[in-house]
């Protein structure tokens, strides 16, 4: 089993940044690839970047330019930096992870909300 342990959100004005911080925990050798949902209310959960343990990396076309992921692999722990924050950013932020072999996010995060006040 893996546990995925975020932190980092918070209230922030917009054009101001934040890093959220994921640890895994647990089985952490069955992990490939870690990434960051999110989930505003009223909408459905959408992928705002991953990356794999090799560092191949994702972005969301709605955050390239803006939001940046890194992982360090010694720790266990993905980050996600968010910068020049936008209104439409606030939103439940969940650290997921997926297992070597698999095709899909298996273990979730509880959520770190990231609110930005404009």
């Known amino acids: 089993q893996v546990q995925l342990v975020e932190s980092g959100g918070g209230l922030v004005q917009a054009g101001g940044s934040l890093r959220l911080t994921c640890a895994a925990q647990g089985s952490v050798l069955s992990i490939n690839v870690m990434g960051w949902y999110r989930q505003a209310p009223g909408t459905q959960r959408e992928l705002v970047a991953s990356?794999?343990?090799?560092?191949?990396?994702y972005l969301a076309d709605s955050v390239k330019g803006r939001f940046t992921i890194s992982r360090d692999n010694a720790k266990n722990t993905v980050y996600l930096h968010v910068n020049s924050l936008k209104s439409e950013d606030t939103a439940v932020y969940y650290c997921?992870?997926?297992?070597?072999?698999?095709?899909?996010?298996?273990?979730w995060g509880q959520g770190t909300q990231v609110t930005v006040s404009s």
């Open positions: 997921a992870a997926e297992r070597v072999g698999s095709s899909r996010f298996t273990y």
């Open positions: 990356i794999t343990k090799g560092g191949i990396e």
